[in-house]
């Protein structure tokens, strides 16, 4: 009883200031029940529904949030927050259009700056994960002129470029948000990943390692991280998909094993062999110490494909040599089995839907991989190309220059 009278007696501030205090350490229940009771007494109190609908929000009561938030906007239907607010519920009901007119609309309603700043950053973290990236990059960018330098809308537009394929436009984000604030482990984790697609493996593995020293509790992180260490073994096998099975179909199409097909296949592997043996160096430790860590069934779509390059590379050596048509066949199976090998890699990846069964997946990944090769392939190393020889460094007048690794 004296608690309850004391909730009646304080003033709406002093109850939300304790209330936030028990939310700050995830004491949420006991905050709900103080909220309640302090309604009894002030039962149109706006801050106070806020506050309550925060507290079901956070147990996962999200039928009972919408409920709160109902009748706190038919008070105050011009209140930005509780836009806000219901925006996040309706979102984990997976009302994902509706979450994001809410956002917008909150922003329309010209909330306080500290506001206007978690709008700007939901709305471009939701049209990410819807996979809207333009837009993504869109609001972000009128987020940074607002906010010039904020390392988490820096974050968030360097997410969307990259989605977008535009790696070295995503770099300038992601090192403008490190320069920002180092210490933020999602930051690290996406200019690793950045880091991946521009063939930049050891800036990538630290990266990776770093954002799990940073944030070592983030499992969600932590299991994608542990996945995407062993990358550029795989880059090893990708190096031979094309070449392997060329280079053995020359050696069926020349069983003499003499003249100038037999070079061609022999200095072609060549070249590939030194490509993808420097990226086991450039993986250098982190990437094999990584290996004990991983899951079977990650171990077996990691070595496999490395187990079928080197094999296939042997026997299209042999065959090239020799003019044996079993070690061409052999060598033509092994770099034909690196695609579905590497659509089995893909499938393993934990940012990939569980809703099929893993050969589904395989599938669908071994389908990507081959259409991915001719068509998004060449776009992006001749992308890499243009980058290389203008080296351009040109940056957006809301970003400071980022210094060079």
């Known amino acids: 009883m004296s608690e309850a009278r004391e909730a009646v007696t304080e003033s709406p501030s002093d109850i939300t200031a304790r209330v936030d205090r028990y939310t700050a350490v995830g004491r949420f229940a006991e905050a709900e029940r103080m909220v309640r009771r302090a309604l009894v007494t002030y039962p149109e109190h706006i801050n106070l529904l806020n506050k309550l609908s925060y507290t079901l929000f956070s147990q996962q009561r999200y039928d009972e949030d919408l409920e709160v938030t109902d009748k706190a906007l ?183 094993g003499t003249g100038w097909p037999r070079w061609f296949g022999l200095v072609l592997l060549a070249l590939t062999l030194a490509h993808a043996t420097s990226w086991l160096y450039r993986g250098g430790k982190l990437s094999w110490t990584a290996l004990p860590r991983l899951l079977p069934l990650e171990k077996l779509s990691i070595t496999l494909p490395a187990v079928l390059a080197t094999l296939g590379l042997a026997a299209a050596v042999s065959a090239l040599l020799t003019g044996s048509a079993p070690l061409g066949w052999l060598g033509l199976a092994a770099g034909v089995l690196l695609w579905p090998a590497f659509g089995f890699d893909n499938a393993l990846n934990p940012n990939e839907s569980r809703d099929s069964s893993l050969p589904r997946r395989t599938l669908a990944n071994t389908q990507w991989w081959i259409i991915d090769d001719f068509t998004g392939h060449p776009k992006k190393q001749w992308d890499r190309l243009r980058h290389n020889l203008k080296r351009d460094k040109s940056t957006p007048a809301h970003i400071s220059p980022p210094s060079d690794d």
């Open 74 to 256: 038919a008070l105050d239907p011009n209140e930005p927050v509780l836009y806000w607010r219901r925006s996040w519920t309706l979102w984990r009901l997976d009302r994902r259009d509706e979450a994001i007119a809410l956002a917008r609309r909150s922003l329309e309603l010209d909330p306080h700056r500290e506001l206007r700043h978690a709008v700007f950053e939901d709305l471009g973290r939701y049209y990410n994960w819807e996979g809207r990236h333009p837009e993504a990059f869109e609001i972000t960018e009128r987020g940074l002129t607002e906010f010039p330098g904020d390392t988490a809308l820096l974050e968030v537009a360097g997410e969307a470029l990259r989605r977008q394929s535009r790696y070295y436009e995503a770099d300038v984000y992601y090192r403008a948000s490190l320069e920002a604030d180092p210490h933020l482990g999602i930051n690290w984790y996406g200019k690793a990943l950045n880091d991946m697609m521009l063939g930049r493996a050891r800036a990538s593995l630290a990266g990776f390692a770093h954002s799990m020293v940073l944030e070592p509790d983030d499992d969600w992180r932590a299991e994608r991280v542990r996945y995407f260490m062993g990358w550029p073994i795989s880059g090893y096998a990708a190096s031979f998909r094309w070449t392997l099975p060329l280079a053995s179909a020359t050696a069926l199409l020349n069983p003499s």
